[in-house]
């Protein structure tokens, strides 16, 4: 089994609040990674990380950001959540390298914004 | 980048052997192709990975020709269970820092 966790599993918010989406592995892999994915669609890299200070955007452009100041935690977070944030989210680790391509899932946060 | 394009959806009957090609023709040298499948609300899943020829694992097996510009996923007598999306990736040179995912191929076994 993974050692990856994402909280909370599912969250309801209020427009305009701040939100932050947590999640953490234990695996000290150097490589972490946010996805957003609406139901029934594709998986679309919004930032990724490869090691404790690091970030990137990803091919979506997302309002949200991430830190990443411990290896084993990369939360995300919205300033000003809005409907149009409704989505899933899941969060991934791994060590991939050219000969090691398995990457790790969370469960992910399910999140509407109303 | 070596973009992948896969057939959209795929349904098989129960107990068939079911095979799903994807193509990669811009491949590098040095990548390597991963397969992921996804069954929906959860995060994608590792199936299999390979570089050329023949992979088998306990799930599936994977068919690289020669070329390496294709590759063929195997899934051998399928269940019901096994309805969901899969996903082929192929490794990005110059550092393989981003796992990106295509649309992948949504498998529907039918009873």
């Known amino acids: 089994e993974a050692d990856i966790y994402q909280t909370p599993r599912y969250l309801v918010i209020g427009t305009g609040k701040k939100i932050t989406l947590e999640c953490s592995q234990t695996?000290?892999?150097?490589?972490m990674y946010w996805y957003q994915q609406d139901p029934g669609m594709e998986l679309h890299l919004i930032h990724y990380?490869?090691?404790?200070?690091?970030?990137e955007k990803g091919d979506l452009s997302s309002e949200s950001t991430v830190s990443r100041i411990r290896t084993e935690h990369f939360p995300l977070t919205l300033e000003s959540a809005r409907p149009s944030h409704t989505s899933q989210y899941l969060c991934?680790?791994?060590?991939?390298?050219?000969?090691?391509?398995?990457?790790?899932f969370g469960q992910g946060t399910r999140l509407t914004v109303v | 980048l070596a973009k992948t394009t896969q057939p959209i959806s795929m349904d098989s009957y129960e107990g068939q052997e079911v095979n799903i090609t994807c193509s990669h023709n811009?491949?590098?040298?040095?990548?390597?192709i991963t397969w992921y499948q996804q069954f929906p609300s959860q995060g994608p899943r590792f199936i299999i990975q390979?570089?050329?020829t023949k992979v088998t694992n306990e799930v599936a097996s994977l068919f690289i020709p020669a070329d390496r510009k294709s590759s063929t996923l195997s899934l051998p007598r399928v269940s019901l269970s096994d309805t969901a999306v899969y996903y082929c990736?192929?490794?990005?040179?110059?550092?393989?820092?981003?796992?990106?995912f295509g649309t992948g191929t949504k498998l529907q076994v039918i009873p």
């Open positions: 991934a680790s791994s060590d991939w390298d050219r000969k090691n391509t398995e990457a790790f």
């Open positions: 695996m000290g892999h150097d490589k």
């Open positions: 990380s490869y090691g404790v200070n690091s970030t």
């Open positions: 811009n491949i590098a040298t040095n990548d390597y």
């Open positions: 390979g570089y050329k």
């Open positions: 990736l192929v490794g990005e040179s110059g550092g393989y820092q981003k796992v990106t």
